[in-house]
């Protein structure tokens, strides 16, 4: 089959690898309808998240039963399903307690309590490198889904896939962050990045009761999405010192609730390089630091941003002296799903007004190129394996450092 595989930092292709098969009699075999680019994809192709050996790429994906494990219950063959992108096993004590993410089965070879940078992972992610498990991912025709009767949804028969695609990751991170924060309605909620996860906390805040919902980015053109897609206030770091005017829009108090949905890779200067250089970090919690300061006392910062290493200036004395609540992780997606698809299908909540690039997947080089580059008014791309097939000689992604 053909299949979006990274390679080295820098280089992720169209190419032949083979067809995935039915390895558990829990398994399922997919054939993949619509796929999509991530944010956290891109800190694989930096490299920021280390993979040592090709790897078939995406955790964002549906498609259609084609092969069904002998023990799977809920599925047959040409069920349409969307298959959240944490692997959860289903029974252990993890996957019991509303705890996904944590699961103690699906990674079974870097699993463990205590979260190193190197070792001791919580659950399997799709096309997450080996350190989460190693599972190949969705950008690719077919796709192996283990653990099949707990994870995957069947979507409404009524409904595109690009109306539901997003439940996979995005849109269950994104109402993470607020759901951690307990409204009460009439909150300030500050949302740091206005990607594709930012973009989606700021619809789950105003679902959840915000009066107020502040998107921030450095970028205007992801800023007028913003404004378009979720009728936003927006702020442009290079245009306004974020913090002051955060706490210039609240009574000098500051957000109720900031959300970071950037992580390590912001936008970052020379003198932000050289400090990570020096102090043997990987990339900045710049963002994680402004909204620090821009939330209230005895706020809530939610993070859903990636960090994958120690910073050793961690401003553990402002989160205590203001009494931060802090909320982070990867999202528990089957918390939410089956609330989330309601909300989709009563017309509660839109996904898809955040698509910007729909291409074949023999583009998917193109389609990382203009999304790690912000070209092209770039917020989301969504790859189609099967539409416009075609051979390709793809050149590596030029990674600006």
């Not at 799977?72 to 349409?80: E, I, M, Q, T, Y």
């Not at 500051?254 to 390089?273: N, Q, S, T, W, Y």
Request: proline content about 5%; charged content about 25%; some cysteine.
């Amino acid at each position: 089959m053909k299949a979006a595989v990274f390679h080295k930092p820098g280089d992720i292709r169209y190419d032949n690898v083979e067809d995935p098969r039915l390895e558990q009699d829990t398994d399922v075999i997919l054939k993949v309808t619509s796929t999509a680019i991530c944010g956290s994809d891109l800190h694989i192709l930096s490299g920021g998240v280390p993979q040592p050996k090709p790897m078939v790429m995406g955790h964002e994906f549906m498609g259609i039963v084609e092969e069904v494990g002998k023990s799977v219950k809920n599925l047959k063959k040409g069920d349409r399903v969307v298959v959240p992108f944490p692997i959860s096993c289903g029974h252990c004590f993890f996957c019991q307690h509303d705890a996904s993410p944590a699961c103690e089965n699906s990674n079974y070879k870097h699993y463990g309590p205590d979260g190193d940078m190197a070792d001791q992972k919580g659950a399997a992610l799709f096309g997450y490198t080996d350190l989460y498990g190693g599972y190949s991912g969705g950008q690719a025709e077919y796709v192996r889904v283990p653990y099949a009767d707990i994870s995957p949804r069947v979507v409404p028969e009524n409904m595109t896939d690009e109306q539901v695609l997003f439940l996979t990751d995005i849109f269950p991170t994104g109402w993470s962050a607020i759901d951690w924060a307990q409204l009460k309605g009439g909150e300030v909620v500050a949302i740091f990045g206005s990607g594709p996860v930012g973009l989606m906390a700021q619809k789950a805040a105003w679902i959840n009761g915000a009066s107020r919902v502040i998107a921030i980015d450095p970028l205007n053109y992801r800023l007028e999405k913003a404004k378009a897609v979720n009728k936003v206030e927006t702020l442009n770091p290079h245009e306004v010192d974020v913090v002051e005017a955060i706490r210039a829009m609240t009574g000098g108090r500051g957000a109720d609730v900031c959300v970071d949905a950037v992580g390590f890779e912001p936008e970052r200067d020379i003198l932000d390089k050289a400090k990570a250089l020096f102090n043997f970090e990987v990339g900045s919690m710049k963002v994680l630091d402004m909204a620090f300061k821009a939330v209230r006392r005895m706020g809530t910062v939610s993070i859903m941003g990636v960090y994958g290493s120690t910073y050793d200036n961690f401003p553990l004395h402002r989160v205590f002296d203001k009494g931060i609540t802090l909320k982070m992780g990867q999202a528990p997606v089957l918390n939410y799903i089956d609330h989330l698809i309601e909300l989709v299908k009563t017309e509660k909540v839109v996904l898809d007004d955040i698509i910007t690039h729909t291409l074949p997947l023999s583009e998917v080089t193109h389609g990382y190129e203009i999304f790690n580059k912000k070209e092209e008014d770039c917020v989301k791309v969504v790859l189609k394996p099967w539409e416009q097939r075609k051979e390709t000689n793809t050149e590596p992604v030029k990674i600006e450092n």
